[in-house]
């Protein structure tokens, strides 16, 4: 099986500081997003991600986003396997020290 690519949580506050765009998607649930989301971030829960895979496009790369990051990277290893682009923020909401909207 083939790595994930990852991106830490000051890589990724960095490319939105640079005004990157960038596709991110938060799977965690709808109670945790309550507590705040990255800017511009998509919510799509882990488990509804099957039934969403015709809003994505091969061709662009996908961050993936969750508490810890274990979550998310399993979304990428599903992804992955589909063949979409992914890349997982290690280190989740937890190590997360930009902005959020709530």
Known sequence: MEAIKTITTEELEQKIENGEELLLIDVREDEEVAQGMIQGAKHIPMGQ???????????????????????????????????????????????????VIV
């Open 49 to 99: 991600i099957p039934n969403h895979l015709d809003e994505l496009d091969k061709d662009k790369e996908y961050i993936f986003i969750c508490r810890s990051g274990r979550r998310s990277e399993n979304v990428c290893y599903y992804l992955q396997d589909q063949g979409y682009k992914v890349r997982n923020m290690v280190g989740g909401m937890l190590e997360w020290n930009g902005e």
